[in-house]
Structure formats: C-alpha cells, structure tokens
C-alpha cells in the first residue's frame, strides 16, 4: 500500500457562497446541464463553449459528478477562472468565468 504524499494533493477552485451563486446563474451567457454526465465529457463541452465565449463572459456547468469540480477547471486552465458552488443536495455548478 502506498503512501499518500503532496503531489496527489489537488487544490480546489474557490467556493461561493449560496447568494453569490444564484446572482451569477442570472448573469451567466450560457448554462450547460451536465447532471447525470461523467469526465470527460464535461471537460470536453466546458472547453468548446469557453472557445465560444468573449472576455469577461461567464459559463455555467452543473454537474452531480463531484470529479467534474476539479477536472473541468483544470481542463480549461489558463483561458478561464473557476469557482465552485456546492448545493448541499448532491449538485454543483461550476463557473468559469473567461479571461
């Protein structure tokens, strides 16, 4: 068995606060529904619409596939900033946020 070390440490986008979610759903371009969906397809679609999007515009992915939290911010790197929304039911939504 091996042991953990810092490398398989992973930091997380920032966290909203519920308030701050909802009135940046309302401002978002454009909502991808990826509940039920699993990497890397939310990857994938993440990527194509921020290519899709102009400077400062915001796109929303929720998801119920706690993976995709880490794995689409990571996928798109430098082109967008992430933050991540947590329902408290199982659901996320991950903003990003093109620079």
């Known amino acids: 068995m091996s042991q953990p070390n810092w490398e398989d440490v992973v930091d ?3 966290e909203l606060d519920d308030e701050t979610a909802d009135d940046l759903l309302g401002d978002a371009e454009s909502v991808q529904d990826m509940t039920g969906e699993v990497c890397p397809y939310p990857q994938v679609e993440a990527k194509k619409a921020i290519q899709g ?3 400062g515009e915001l796109l929303v992915q929720e998801t119920d596939h706690v993976p995709s ?3 689409v ?3 798109v790197g430098d082109q967008a900033d992430a ?7 199982g659901r ?3 903003y990003l946020r093109k620079r």
């Open 12 to 14: 997380l986008p920032d």
């Open 53 to 55: 999007l102009g400077s």
């Open 69 to 71: 939290t880490e794995n």
């Open 73 to 75: 911010p990571k996928a």
């Open 83 to 89: 933050h991540v929304w947590k329902s408290g039911d």
């Open 92 to 94: 996320y939504r991950i």
